[in-house]
Structure formats: C-alpha cells, structure tokens
C-alpha cells in the first residue's frame, strides 16, 4: 500500500515563507512525476507546480517567481518553498504523484494524492 503524507503547513504573514514536504512510502518500485495541487474553499483544486523524475520542473504563472519545487529521490519527498506568500494563496496543499507498484507480480503505476496540509496566509 502506498501512501503520501504532506506537513508543513500552518499560519503565515503575506510576504512569509512556509515549506512544505511530502514523504510517500510503501511498496515502491518507481516514481515518476510529482506535483503539488492546491485547493481553495469554494473553488476548484488547481495544479500549482510539476517536477519530473529528473528533475525538471513547471509552475503555475500564479506561482513564478515565489515557489519552487523540489524533490530527493533518494528518499522519495517531495518539497515546496513558498516565498512571499499572498492571501490568495491561502489553501489545501496537496502532493500528487505517478507510483509504480508491483501487484500479484504484476507492474501497476497509478497516481496517488495526500491528505493535503492547509496553508493559511494572513495578517
């Protein structure tokens, strides 16, 4: 079974940083490309920023400039910096990733999402 935990959410003043991590485990064969959605209270989840297996990346334009993205494939996190946060930016964060299993011997890659974390930005 594979599961991915996000933390490092809280509370954050416009202009503040926060950094989020997110660690899967499981019975992991193989990870290929990682992302952080988020989602605001009455609005739809929208995907934040990309990185793939080596390590390129790919932001929302809402997010260029202040968040970059990470990863250690060593040992399977996944990271978020946020920099000069926004109200706006006040949301569910959620990891999301494409994971290879093995099932009855039999190779599955699926995408699997996180709890989320929340993220709240104000003053």
């Known amino acids: 079974q594979v599961q991915l935990v996000e933390s490092g959410g809280g509370l954050a003043q416009p202009g503040g940083s926060l950094r989020l991590s997110c660690v899967a485990s499981?019975?992991?064969?193989?990870?290929?490309?990682m992302d952080w959605y988020r989602q605001a209270p009455g609005k739809q989840r929208e995907l934040v920023a990309s990185i793939t297996s080596g390590g390129n990346v790919d932001y929302a334009d809402f997010v260029k400039g202040r968040f970059t993205i990470s990863r250690d494939n060593a040992k399977n996190n996944l990271y978020l910096q946020m920099n000069s946060l926004k109200p706006e930016d006040t949301a569910v964060y959620y990891c999301?990733?494409?994971?290879?299993?093995?099932?009855?011997?039999?190779?599955?890659?699926?995408?699997?999402w996180g709890q989320g974390t929340q993220v709240t930005v104000s003053s």
């Open positions: 999301n990733a494409a994971i290879g299993t093995v099932v009855a011997g039999l190779k599955i890659r699926r995408r699997y």
């Open positions: 499981g019975s992991i064969v193989s990870i290929n490309d």
